[in-house]
C-alpha cells in the first residue's frame, strides 16, 4: 500500500509529491507548475502528457481533494517516502528540505509549518548552501588576515627580544668597564647588581615569550579552524557543510584579539654613576669629585643671596638691588648654575635645607625668565621638586608624585646628555629616585629653585664640592 500511496501521490512529470496538483478533464492529474511548463513546450494544442488527449489552457481545474489528502498525510507524518541516501526528518520522515536561517538547522516541510519554526526564515537548501558556503568562504578570508596580523605581532616580539638581549649585554659591558678599577674591592656588588639584571631580564624574556607562545597557539587554532572548514567545502557536501555550519561558524567567531604582555625593561637607574654610588659605601676606599659648579648670581632671582664663592644659594625677604637684565629670573625664586652643558657626562650634589620648598633639574638655555611657567620638559625644564608635608614630585608631561624612602637631604643629579638621560638619587646611599628621558638639543644648565614657607622660613641650597 505503501508504494502505491507514493506512486498515486507524485506529478507524472517531476516524480514529485503535486504542488498545487490540477485535474484535467481525460482524469490525470500534475503539478500546475509543470503542466504549465510543458504546455509552454509545445507550439500547437497541448496534450495530456498520459494519455496525449487535447486540452484547452481553461480547462484546468484544481484539484482540491488530492491537495487535501497531501495536507492530511503531511500532517499525520505519513505520505510519499523519500529517495533512499537522503537525510531526512527523524520527527516526521520527510525529506529535509528547508533550512531554518534562525536555528541554522535542515528541517522538512512539516517543521517548518510546526510551532518550533513556524515565524522563522526557512529556505531552500540550496539557496542557505550557496549562502552558507559563501559566509565561511569569508571567515576563510578574515582568519588569513588575523594569522598575517599575528605573524607581524610574533615579528615584532621577536625584534623586542633581539633589542633587549642588546641593551642587556650593552649594558653588561658598561657596568664592567666601571667596576674595572674596582674589583678587588666590588666583586660582591657587581655580582648583585648583575643578578638584579638577569632577573629583569628573565621576568621580561618570560613575557614576551609567553606572548610568542599565545600567538603561535592562536594561530595554530586559526589554521585548524580553515583546515576543517576548506575540507568541508572542498567536499561539497551540502548537508555536512549546513549541518556543521554553526560550529565552524561559532569556532571561526571564537578567537579573539590576543592580550599581550607589555613588559617594561626599567634599568634606568643601573645607567646611573655607579662607581659613585659604590664609593658613597667604600668612602675609606676611593673617592670621586662631583662637578665642580658654582650658582650664576647673574641669573638670580633679586630675592636669591648667592655666596661662598657661588656654593650658597640663600633666599632673603629683602630684594637686592640687581640691574634687571635679560637673563635674570623675575617671576621665579630661581638661579642657573654658570656652567652650560651641551655633551658628556656630568654629575652634582646638592644640599637641601631641611623642609624647604625646592625644585632641582636642569632647564634649556633659551627659557623666558620673565614668565612664571610651569617647570616642565614641555617649557624647557626638566625637574624634581619638594613642598612642605613631605611631598616630592617630578613635573613631566604632567606633575607625577615620587617617593623617596626617607626626606632627602643630599640631591644627587646625574646628566648623560648623549644618552638624553637625567636621573636623581639621594646622595646619602644613591638610591635611585626619578628618571627622564629626552633627546636633548639645546644647551643645558643645572636649574635650582627655593622659596620660604611656614616649616622653613629662610630656605638655603648649597652646593657640594669635594676635595681630592
Known sequence: MATNLDI?????????????????????????????????????????????????EDSLYPN??????????????????????????????????????????????????????RNHNCVPIDDAYMECKDMLKHSITMLQK?????????????????????????????????????????????????????????????????????????????EGVIHDIGEIIHSEDKYQLL????????????????????????????HGPLQYGAWKQMKDIIRLVPAALRFNPRTAHPKLCVSNLGRMLQYCEAQSQQVDTAERFTNHLSVFASTALSSGRHYWEVNVSEGADWILGVAAGSVNKKVCAVTSPDNGY??????????????????????????VEMIGVYLDYEKGQLSFYDAEDMSHIHTFNHHFTDKLYPYFSISPNAECVNPSLQLLHCGL
Open 382 to 407: 626638566w625637574t624634581i621638586g619638594h613642598r612642605s608635608g613631605g611631598q616630592y614630585w617630578a613635573n613631566d608631561s604632567e606633575r607625577v608624585a615620587i617617593y623617596p624612602d626617607i626626606n
Open 146 to 222: 588575523d594569522i598575517t596580523d599575528r605573524m607581524a605581532m610574533h615579528k615584532s616580539q621577536g625584534e623586542k627580544i633581539s633589542h633587549l638581549l642588546d641593551s642587556v649585554e650593552q649594558l653588561r659591558e658598561e657596568i664592567a668597564d666601571q667596576f674595572e678599577a674596582l674589583r678587588n674591592f666590588l666583586n660582591e656588588k657587581q655580582c648583585t647588581i648583575i643578578q638584579r639584571i638577569d632577573d629583569e631580564e628573565s621576568r621580561v624574556l618570560k613575557q614576551l615569550e609567553e606572548n610568542i607562545l599565545q600567538i603561535s597557539r592562536d594561530c595554530d587554532a586559526m
Open 243 to 270: 549541518r556543521e555550519y554553526s560550529s565552524l561558524k561559532l569556532r571561526s567567531e571564537s578567537i579573539y584579539d590576543p592580550v599581550l604582555n607589555k613588559p617594561v625593561f626599567n634599568m634606568d637607574e643601573l
Open 64 to 117: 482540491w481533494q488530492l491537495s487535501n489528502v497531501i495536507a492530511g498525510l503531511r500532517d499525520l507524518g505519513a505520505g510519499p517516502s523519500m529517495e533512499p541516501g537522503y537525510p531526512h526528518c527523524a520527527k516526521h520522515k520527510r525529506e529535509l528540505e528547508l533550512f531554518c536561517q534562525d536555528d541554522k538547522q535542515l528541517i522538512c516541510y512539516i517543521c517548518a509549518l510546526a510551532h518550533n519554526h
Open 8 to 56: 498515486d501521490l507524485r506529478c507524472p512529470i517531476c516524480q514529485e509529491v503535486y504542488q498545487d496538483p490540477v485535474l484535467l478533464r481525460c482524469g490525470h492529474s500534475f503539478c500546475r507548475g509543470c503542466l504549465r511548463r510543458h504546455m509552454d513546450s509545445v507550439e500547437e494544442t497541448a496534450t495530456c502528457p498520459c494519455c496525449r488527449d487535447g486540452f484547452a
